[in-house]
Each structure stands twice: as C-alpha cells, then as structure tokens.
C-alpha cells in the first residue's frame, strides 16, 4: 500500500505542532527548506466596494519559522473622504510538505473609518499551495475592533512568480474597509 505524500506529513505536522519548544525546532529544520513567501515587500491595490486603497506590505521571517509582517492601507472612498489603517502580525508558519504550508498569527492594528477611529487586535491562519511558479492561498481571520464590534475576514488568491524573487497576484479579500480585488506586485528575498 503506497501512501500519498500528505498523508506521510501529516504525522511530522502533528508532532511539530505539540512537540516542546526544543523538540519542535528540530523537527521543524529537518522538513523546511527556505521559503520566499514569509519574506517580501509589495505594493498592491485593493478595490473595495466602496472606494479604493493603496496597501504597502512586508513579511520577514525573523527566525524560521517565525515571522513578522504587516502593511500599511490607504483608504480613498468614492465620497471623497480618505483614511489609514496599519496592522502589525506576528505568527508561525508549518511547513506540510510538497510545497504546503499553513501559517497562523495574531495582529494588532489601528483604522481610520473617517469620523471613527479604532484599534484592533485579532488572529488569523492562511493555507499556501505551491505548484511550479504558482501559490494559490486561502486565509480566514477575526478581528474586534475596540471602539465598535467585531468582524470575520476572509482571503483567497493566486500568486505567479515570475522569478525567485518576483511575484504578481490577484485575489478577493475581506479587509477593514470591506470586500474586494486586490492586485499585487511583491520582491522576495
């Protein structure tokens, strides 16, 4: 019987994840090779469904497999008005194997909703296919705001690499602003 080779890193997946700390770094290194999508800078745009924003963004995995990322949003609605919005995440990635990863973090930020502002704090985890120069990812979130409610987000995509270090994207994502398109253009390093 010849199993397929997710189900053989489910295992390794399992023990990572509640392995001690020491334990876990050595699993960890043994099945993880370098990975560009937990290191990069971008500028995208979003169109939302009420306006449009620009979105500077980076991640930089500060020691494999932890990382650091966050971006910074500026929201133009089509009444005129403009706002900002930052978020810092800090999280972990877990390599699965034959180009899998899931990654799972918690985030801190601050909106501009025009005359309400508000800070943040939430957590999220993103699924990651890679296949050739293709990453296809999938990543649900909840967030509270604290000078209002709460809110569930949602995120689905296509990256192309074009290079090692050059990536395009489009995706739909649900951000603080509301749903939409997002563009992309990343350097990975």
Do not use: C
Request: glycine letters at 14%; zero cysteines.
């Amino acid at each position: 019987m010849k199993l397929h080779p997710i189900l053989l890193s489910i295992p390794v997946a399992v023990a990572t994840l509640f392995a001690a700390p020491g334990q876990a770094q050595s699993v960890q290194t043994q099945t993880q090779p370098s990975y560009s999508a937990y290191n990069y800078f971008g500028v995208g745009i979003n169109n939302h469904d009420n306006g449009d924003s620009i979105v500077v963004e980076g991640s930089y995995a500060f020691k494999a497999p932890y990382f650091v990322s966050g971006y910074y949003r500026n929201f133009d609605n089509d009444v005129g008005g403009s706002a900002d919005a930052f978020n810092l995440k800090l999280g972990r990635y877990f390599w699965l194997g034959n180009g899998l990863t899931a990654d799972f973090g918690v985030r801190a930020g601050y909106v501009d909703f025009g005359p309400v502002d508000s800070n943040f704090y939430g957590f999220e985890g993103t699924l990651r296919q890679r296949i050739d120069q293709f990453e296809f990812y999938g990543g649900i979130g909840w967030i509270d705001y604290t000078d209002g409610g709460s809110d569930n987000q949602y995120q689905i995509g296509v990256n192309y690499y074009l290079d090692s270090n050059m990536s395009i994207g489009i995706g739909y994502q649900d951000s603080e602003y509301g749903d939409g398109i997002r563009f992309r253009g990343s350097y990975h390093f």
